[in-house]
């Protein structure tokens, strides 16, 4: 089975940083492209960040600059390094394989 595990959030000031990370399993992470996509309740989902198998990487404009998206295909993990926080990137951050059929389950980022 596809498995995707968020894990690395947190309660952060603003200025600071978090990094997530992603693990994968059930299928060959090379072969695909992974992203992630943050979400508020009540609101739509808001893609982030993605990085293709080549590791051609791709930041929306609220994040460009301050978060850097990698992968370890050795270890079928991808990362998220967040830096200088702000509080409207407080959200549930959701690992995601294009094309979004797998989500994980997702990991509070809370910046305050």
């Known amino acids: 089975d596809v498995q995707l595990v968020e894990s690395g959030g947190g309660l952060v000031q603003p200025g600071g940083s978090l990094r997530l990370s992603c693990a994968t399993s059930g299928f060959t992470f090379d072969d695909y492209a992974m992203g992630w996509i943050r979400q508020n309740p009540g609101k739509a989902p808001e893609w982030v960040s993605a990085i293709n198998s080549g590791g051609t990487v791709y930041y929306a404009d609220s994040v460009l600059g301050r978060f850097t998206i990698s992968r370890d295909n050795a270890r079928n993990t991808m990362y998220l390094q967040m830096d200088s926080l702000k509080p409207e990137d407080a959200a549930v951050y959701y690992c995601?394989?294009?094309?979004?059929?797998?989500w994980g389950q997702g990991t509070q980022v809370t910046v305050s």
């Open positions: 995601v394989r294009w094309p979004l059929d797998y």
